[in-house]
């Protein structure tokens, strides 16, 4: 038999979690109280279900953390609202115990990550580790289950460095944008391509995870493997006041904050727009583009990769990117000059002659110890000129 009054509540819930939550919460008030459904619930006389309310306030005092306990009463005090049920809430409310000081608001360090990937050797729940890790997502990004829509291949795009931006919550006036790095990139495509050779057949539409039925993973199949992974790396800590220091699945947000935060480089409202926060006025009215918000990740990005080898990969790929940027400015400063002795006063292109001035110096071994902007002090005046038509020559 439908509970007409139960669903009056859901009704007027919106997101899928929080049905789930006030289910089943609800259903814990009843039991404790011997109540059958929302009927009986109404039909009490306002000072009864006032009474039953703060007795079962009271056992939760002695089963839960003094923090938990208000989330228990939600569904109840709900429950009543919809359903014009005039209870004295503020009375009810001056049973519940103090607050003490949170546990659960630790992050994860890198190295308690590395240490969860070590204990899994499918390719799914590495792909997922790495995948939170560096995108910071909550558990239920993978599956909006309020429009019941899955995390799809459309909503990945390819970007520079080998990295992939995540279009979160996509169609959803939740939707934001994040990033994976390199290392989270390869270990996802490695799972697809797992799939593939399956014989899953890859469209835009296609989940991005799915779990052993081939259905698309949900918040509670991602929940579990994290948490099964912390267990077994046993990197949450001790529990203290019902709660370990880490939580599951948010100590990954905590780490990607903290270790972007302490890098002074890295803007701070690009940090919040990755992770899903809107911030006051800023959150309304600063619009940055995923071009600049990724040149803010990527800032970042270091930091963020768990395996050594590959960040020390993309530590080696930065020094290559300055070292060409400042061999093109010392060649351009060399092409202005060459310009000026040959009274080239409007050149059309540089490019082409960097490229081919580049070639000359590096054959005639002007780059190797020395830099050329040093080598070029040691010329005199009638040297530096001598040379500079050799390579006008040489580039005609």
């Known amino acids: 038999m439908v509970d007409v009054y139960f669903e009056m509540l859901m009704n007027s819930v919106h997101s899928v979690q929080t049905q789930r939550q006030y289910t089943r919460t609800f259903v814990m008030f009843l039991k404790y109280t011997g109540l059958k459904n929302g009927l009986d619930v109404i039909q009490l006389e306002p000072k009864r279900l006032t009474e039953l309310i703060i007795e079962y306030v009271l056992h939760l005092k002695n089963a839960i953390s003094p923090n938990s306990l208000p989330t228990y009463l939600y569904s109840v005090k709900s429950f009543c609202e919809i359903n014009d049920v005039e209870l004295k809430w503020k009375k009810i409310k001056k049973f519940y115990p103090p607050k003490v000081k949170a546990s659960g608001q630790g992050a994860y360090s890198t190295e308690d990550v590395r240490k969860m ?14 995948f939170v890790a560096s995108t910071a997502c909550r558990a239920g990004a993978v599956l909006d289950e309020t429009p019941n829509r899955p995390l799809c ?17 996509a169609d959803s006036v939740e939707e934001y944008r994040a990033f994976l790095t390199p290392e989270a990139a390869i270990a996802l495509s490695d799972y697809h391509e797992e799939r593939k050779a399956n014989g899953e057949i890859f469209t835009q539409d296609t989940p991005v995870f799915v779990d052993k039925l081939g259905h698309p993973m949900n918040y509670s199949s991602v929940f579990s493997i994290l ?43 690009a940090i919040e727009r990755t992770m899903g926060h809107k911030n006051g006025l800023d959150g309304s009215y600063l619009q940055i583009t995923d071009e600049r918000l990724f040149e803010e990740f990527w800032k970042g990005v270091s930091e963020l990769t768990v395996d050594n080898t590959a960040r020390d990969q993309i530590k080696i790929q930065e020094l290559e990117q300055t070292n060409s940027e400042v061999n093109l400015e010392m060649i351009q400063s060399l092409q202005d000059q060459i310009h000026t002795l040959t009274g080239q006063t409007n050149p059309k292109d540089y490019t082409t002659d960097f490229k081919k001035t580049l070639k000359v110096l590096e054959s005639t071994k002007q780059l190797e110890d020395i830099t050329l902007e040093e080598q070029m002090k040691l010329l005199s005046v009638k040297q530096k000129d001598l040379l500079l038509v050799q390579l006008v020559k040489q580039l005609s």
């Open 117 to 130: 990937l070590a204990t899994q050797r499918k390719l799914n729940n590495r792909a997922l580790i790495h």
């Open 227 to 269: 948490s099964i992974s912390a267990e077994n790396a046993n990197v949450r800590g001790k529990m203290k006041n019902g709660r370990y220091p880490v939580q599951t699945c948010h100590g990954f947000r905590k780490r990607f904050n903290t270790l972007l935060k302490l890098d002074n480089d890295v803007n701070d409202n």
């Open 153 to 169: 291949m459309g909503d990945l795009r390819d970007m520079p460095h080998g990295c992939q931006m995540v279009t979160i919550y």
